[in-house]
């Protein structure tokens, strides 16, 4: 798993919240971490994304697997397929290979 920003549409307009992090150590998967942008933290309208992540600078790990409120937005299996077909056809378009 690749690092992940966290944006959210605030206002009209596109806000950079966090990053999620996903180390890998060796052949271990590490635990996920967050950390708020510093962006996030200067804006005026920010606010926390749930209360296991007060707003403040730092990493924060979970208990376990993923911040509801991060988990919670990503896509179910259905629309993993969706894109993962909408993936396919673009590069089938710009004749490359697509990612699996």
């Not at 707003?55 to 790990?61: I, N, Q």
């Amino acid at each position: 798993m690749a690092d992940i920003e966290v944006h959210i549409a605030l206002a009209g307009t596109t806000q950079r919240v966090g990053t999620l992090y996903a180390p890998q150590r060796g052949g271990d998967r590490a635990p996920v971490v967050f950390e708020y942008h510093p962006d996030w933290l200067g804006h005026e309208g920010a606010f926390s994304l749930e209360l296991a992540l007060q707003l403040g600078r730092g990493a924060y790990a979970p208990q376990a697997g993923l911040y509801g409120s991060i988990g919670n937005s990503a896509p179910d299996t259905w629309g993993r397929r969706l894109m993962q077909r909408a993936e396919r056809k673009r590069a089938e378009r710009e004749g490359r290979n697509h990612a699996h």
